[in-house]
């Protein structure tokens, strides 16, 4: 045992399960179907109700799934290109890869921390066939612009809303807006969590069709419908290889309970943003802005910039934090610095400044829906004294 090991007052995160979501999960084990089943189609049409304007839903294993089977059923493959923020975590751009197209990274706006739609214009070619905006933390991205641009450029849309449950832009809930396909992660640091998981939503029956076919083998129906729908219930046919992305009862048993608190959760997080704003509002720091008129943010992170830009300033600071107990983390770190990305695609640093300017200087506070004010006043106060002390 490591006594010198600081003792953790705050986490960065902590998932809010209850004793709703305990019972629910037992309910399943005990009813014995726990794959694919009625849990999950009940999940599907309650998360549909939630996010309204009468899209179909499709539950998949991950938010990484649902964005690959998206772009599968959008037509996506070899020669193709796909637009996507370099601000992101890496699974938006590695299932571009998986259909052998070629992500393509845009810089972002360095006051949303969105994608730039002007950045997005001028990476657009002949080969380009898709963008895939992320609304990074919670507040939309310039969806406007992107469908404007899109419709000029003959380009699908492709949310990545993994961190964007509930949001809403221009008073419409996101999941419900004009892209061909938009996709949630209930991943377990996400708003809400299924364990893993993540849903498609979308007004395009087939796109919805061909996704529930290749999330399951490219079956042509699934498990449950064979078991209580059809007359031979061992009869199915093959349509295309297909993938094993479906999503469990046992997860989506979860996912019913917590979808019921997405909107208490949603507002316990604006409180807490509330009372960081307070007792930030004289420290040497930029705060995250609320977003415009008709915009809401699920405040899934609170990502507030140092004035100074400087990395190693922001890594001192971070452990500094973490020696006060304080769990900090940064997101992201963006793909063009990744060795990967930066290697076959061949990116340098200067083709992104402001993703460049907004890693060397932000950092992300522990933000979670029952987190105390006494916790959000030691991360206030941890952070203006450490703050204080290395600039001396
Ligand atoms: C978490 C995350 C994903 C991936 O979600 P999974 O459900 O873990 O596959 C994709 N994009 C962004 C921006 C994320 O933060």
Known sequence: MNFNEPKIRVPFFIPSLGEEEIASVCECLS??????????????????????????????????????????ALGITQGDEVI???????????????????????????RTMNIDPDQIEAKITDNTKAVIPVHIAGHPADMKRIFDLARRHNLFVVEDAAHALPSVHDGRTIGA?????????????????????????TRNKDLADRCRVMRLHGIDRNAFERRYNATNSWQYDVVAPGYKYNLTDLASSIGIQKLKKSQKFAGQRADCVALYKKLLKDAPVDLP?????????????F????????????DELIKRMSDDGVVCSVHFIPLHIMAHWKKTLELRSDQFPVAEKNFDNCISLPLFPNMTPEQIETVASALKRNLASMRG
């Open 177 to 201: 807006l004009d892209s061909d396909a938009c996709v949630f992660s209930f991943y377990a640091t996400k708003t809400i969590t299924t364990g893993e998981g993540g849903m498609i939503a």
């Open 289 to 301: 802005e609320d977003p415009g008129p008709g915009d809401e943010t699920s405040w899934h992170l």
């Open 84 to 110: 996507l923020p370099v601000n992101t975590f890496t699974a938006t751009a590695e299932v571009i890869c998986y259909l052998g197209a070629k992500p393509v990274f845009a810089d972002i706006d360095y």
């Open 303 to 314: 990502i507030i910039r140092l004035k100074q830009d400087d990395r190693a300033f922001r």
């Open 31 to 72: 009813n014995g179907w726990i794959t694919s089943g009625r849990v999950t189609r009940d999940f599907e049409r309650q998360f549909a109700k939630e996010i309204g304007g009468d899209v179909e839903t499709v539950a998949v294993n991950s938010a990484t799934a649902g964005l690959h089977l998206s772009l599968e």
